[in-house]
């Protein structure tokens, strides 16, 4: 890239030795030549693996701000920055699209596992740029320049408790990485074990029946689970340009729960009778999952057009056994025969022994997707861009299930052939006399048309707006419309039925044991979705540092597949024919397949910030200017761009000054003081804090014509967590120097309530605040500790502490008393929790 200034001479020699560096140029010119007049041709390389784009990423992290984070993978580092990388049309599915060296990659899992030290630079972009690479712009773009070289091993080892105790939780992993110029290795194999939690380790108050019998025993709040993945990936580039990656991974989880005792109804002299029985011990149900993936990247050029392929296969086994109680007739009838007690504690052949029900789901999927995207055409105002793509997928659902003895199989398939085309314009960009008059303006488009094989034609389409007036306040705007079918996982499902679940009867005011039916429905519908995102972001220049963010939603969706809600008074005059009642009235079972809501329409609100700084970073100049400033009068844009550093045009605003991110931060000649530690970190510290909040304006359902409209706002609800919130809070924030540093992050949300049936039965949700801290040590940066113990060099410690203040959700009636099934250990077992991390680099 080639950039003319015209500069005065101090200028010229100031900037030019600041930012490249060369201190020998004073050496050999001890007085100013007369440049006055001339024109100064500057030449820099784009850094290897950046976006080429004029879309100015959102943030920029260095290698010194993804260590203040004490990450230990990429998914690690993006947890902790998912304030900044979140978008979504209110609908909470905001995960971004991550690339690698500018890159699409076949899946997410092909990053996750990376160690941060082997990244260079993390680039996180706003949702325009999703159009580039075949996606709406919906979602933003987080961009990883991996070192051109590196090799590392890594080992970590964790373990935490929760401070109620009952439960232990131990993690060993292990990362091998190796980065060349041409190819990347990467293997991760990870190993987690879960002990179980208890009824009666959290002092659950049982039913009577269940206090007889030490229910609370026989009965998980969180079930022991062990979890096996293997995670591996490959990546190499060829001499034409084009490149490959290949991943696969496979995982492998097994849980047991326990779910109580046998039980029944017996009749004694006429009298109802309903006990538990010891006999067989407890109910119990295992799920094993075995789950394999791989995918293919394939990326080139084709002139000046760049194409993509993508191809991904993922197999997933789930097979569950539930135990349930068995025959009690031939019990009953010895009862009334007056040959058997009642009361006895083992019966013999007379009580049947318990009935295993049996489900398997295998779920494939093969997704292939095509893409290339290039310049269309040039305007006055700058280059349209446009991406095709065209993919075809196919997903096979296959289940059996046993319940009561009786089999019962399914199979469901999908093809889904796709093609759609998004674009670009610019209106004022380059044309300068109409940017310097209204900023620069772009317009954005997208559309397209799934053919699905048991759904028919789904179209979905988007259009958007992006001003910016000035430099740094950006206002956006989108509309998008869109036409999904339910997953085949919603539609075919094997049905599994759970026993004894503790839920709470809004209709009598009353905590019950119900059996739970779950599994799919075959006659949802498809889904019409219409959003509607205004967003305004910005980055004043007089505070470095500083993004203001608000942004507003409005979502409407009708014919909506949801999981069954919570069962009110409203939710069962809706679906009578899912609820089962016994003569009394009292409720025995729930059938909680999903079901269709009419139409379901929010509006929200958000809006916030993040202010982060560095400190103590001396910057590197020639002699005669200490930290190397820039010249009086120069501005940040005529600095050319050091070597692999981002041109000015595509850093954001505010940023402009800061050290190249793979630069030696303050780095003078030859490395010494202000250059690199001898651990190989920039110097300094970093500090950041974000805070955000979100008013939810309007949260309503209609499940059919002529059923009263549910607002979630206003004592209805869909989940056991009570309606929507209408104020939600998020706070993060970070602090790191001398290989020292913690960080928090807390949210908060408002109080709700549920309108019950009868007087008391209503209930009142508290509000609810959880607050998470970590705090880490780097041991190499700690002095002459990792000489001393040579075992400590590359190791790290870290303390992770979650919920704090031990804050639970407190449920209560109209009378002011916990219902049995919302006490303190079924709303949350965990509580509070902490957990030790070693980590060590080999």
């Known amino acids: 890239m080639i950039s003319k200034f015209s500069f005065s001479t101090a200028a010229s020699v100031f900037i030019l030795c600041n930012v490249i560096g060369t201190t020998a140029l004073y050496a050999q010119n001890t007085e100013e030549p007369d440049y006055s007049g001339e024109e100064i041709v500057v030449i820099g390389a784009d850094m290897r693996g950046a976006v080429i784009t004029e879309v100015p990423p959102v943030i920029e992290l260095s290698e010194a701000d993804i260590a203040s984070f004490g990450a230990s993978s990429v998914e690690d580092l993006l947890d902790a920055i998912s304030s900044q990388t979140s978008s979504s049309r209110g609908r909470g599915s905001g995960r971004p699209i991550v690339l690698i060296n500018g890159q699409r990659t076949s899946g997410f899992r092909e990053i996750r596992d990376l160690p ?28 990883f320049i991996l070192k051109d070289n590196y090799t590392g091993f890594s080992g ?22 190796q980065i060349g110029e041409n190819s990347r290795l990467n293997i991760n194999l990870e190993w987690q074990n879960n002990s179980e939690i208890t009824e009666s380790e959290r002092d659950i108050i049982q039913v009577a029946a269940g206090d007889l019998v030490n229910l609370g025993d026989f009965r998980t709040l969180a079930a022991p689970s062990d979890n096996v993945e293997l995670n591996a990936n490959y990546s190499r580039t060829f001499g034409n340009g084009m490149s490959l990656s290949l991943n696969g991974d496979y995982i492998y989880d097994k849980s047991r729960s326990l779910l109580g005792l046998p039980s029944g109804n017996l009749t004694v002299a006429g009298d109802p009778l309903f006990r538990y029985f010891e006999q067989y011990g407890p109910l119990r149900r295992t799920q094993e999952t075995n789950t394999a993936q791989a995918g293919l990247t394939l990326n080139g050029r084709l002139s000046d057009w760049r194409w993509t392929l993508t191809s991904d296969y993922t197999r997933e086994q789930v097979d569950t056994t539930t135990n349930r109680s068995g025959d009690i007739s031939a019990l009953q009838a010895a009862i009334d025969a007056g040959t058997a007690d009642p009361l006895a504690a083992d019966f013999g052949s007379l009580l049947g022994v318990l009935v295993t029900d049996e489900a398997r789901s295998i779920d494939q999927t093969i997704t292939n997707l095509a893409t290339i995207s290039g310049s269309l055409l040039n305007l006055p105002s700058g280059t349209v861009t446009t991406t095709l793509r065209g993919g075809y997928n196919r997903e096979d659902l296959d289940g059996r299930d046993s319940t009561g003895g009786i089999i019962t199989n399914s199979s469901l398939g999908r093809d889904d052939l796709n093609i759609g085309v998004n674009i670009d314009i610019p209106l004022a960009d380059e044309n300068i006399d109409v940017s310097e008059a209204i900023g620069k303006l772009s317009i954005n488009g997208n559309i397209g048309y799934n053919q699905l094989s048991d759904f028919g034609g789904l179209v979905e389409f988007g259009f958007g ?65 219409r959003d509607i995102k205004l967003a305004v972001n910005y980055q004043p220049e007089w505070l470095d540092g500083m ?12 014919n909506v597949a949801s999981s069954f809600p919570l069962l009110t008074p409203e939710i069962e005059a809706a679906f009578p024919g899912r609820v089962t009642r016994d003569t009394a009235g009292r409720l025995i079972a729930i059938d909680q397949r999903p079901v269709n809501y009419s139409a379901v329409n929010s509006e929200r609100l958000r809006y916030g910030f993040d202010f982060s700084k560095r400190f103590g970073v001396r910057r590197g100049g020639p ?6 400033g820039r010249p009086a009068g120069a501005r940040p844009a005529e600095a050319p761009p050091s070597q692999g550093e981002a041109p000015a045009s595509r850093r954001p605003p505010g940023t402009e000054g800061t050290p190249a991110p793979n630069a030696e931060a303050g780095a003078g000649p030859g490395g010494r ?7 190989g970190r920039p110097p300094g510290g970093r500090w950041q804090f974000s ?40 706070i993060n924030g970070g602090w790191f120097n001398n290989g020292i540093g913690f960080r928090i992050n807390g949210e908060h949300q408002s109080a709700t309530r549920v309108n019950g049936g009868l007087a008391g039965s209503d209930l009142r949700f508290s509000d609810l605040t959880t607050l998470n801290l970590r705090m880490f040590i780097n041991l190499d940066d700690r002095g002459n500790l990792t000489q001393k113990f040579k075992f400590l060099k590359g190791s790290r410690i870290a303390l992770r502490i979650d919920n704090i203040f031990d804050d639970i959700q407190d449920v209560r009636d109209s009378s002011g008393l916990i219902p049995l099934s919302y006490q303190p250990g079924f709303v949350d077992p965990i509580g509070r929790y902490i957990e030790i991390d070693f980590r060590k680099r080999f």
Not at 673 to 679: E, K, L
């Open 116 to 143: 941060p030290e082997a990244i260079r630079t993390v680039q996180v972009f706003p949702e325009e740029l999703a159009l580039q690479y075949g996606y709406r712009p919906d979602q933003r773009v987080i961009n």
């Open 156 to 177: 970590e080892l964790e373990y935490g408790v929760p401070t109620r105790g009952g439960r232990a939780s131990s993690e060993v992993e292990t990362t091998f990485t």
């Open 465 to 529: 707006l992006n001003w910016e007036p000035f430099d740094g306040f950006t206002i956006t705007a989108s509309a998008i419309g869109d036409e999904a079918a339910p997953s085949i996982a919603q539609l075919g499902d094997p049905v599994i039925i759970t026993p004894d679940v503790t839920i709470f009867d809004f209709t009598n005011g009353e905590t019950v044991l119900a059996a739970i039916t779950t599994g799919g429905n075959f006659n949802l519908p498809s889904e019409r979705q």
């Open 547 to 558: 993004r203001f963010l608000a942004e507003y939603f409005r979502n409407s969706s009708s």
């Open 623 to 628: 002699p005669g200017r200490p930290g190397g």
């Open 673 to 679: 003081p202000g250059g690199r530690r001898a651990g």
């Open 691 to 730: 805070a955000y909040h979100s008013i939810t304006l309007d949260d309503r359902i209609l499940i059919r014509p002529g059923v009263e409209e549910l607002d979630l706002l206003n004592g209805s609800a869909t989940g056991s967590t009570g309606g929507s919130p209408r104020h939600e809070f998020e």
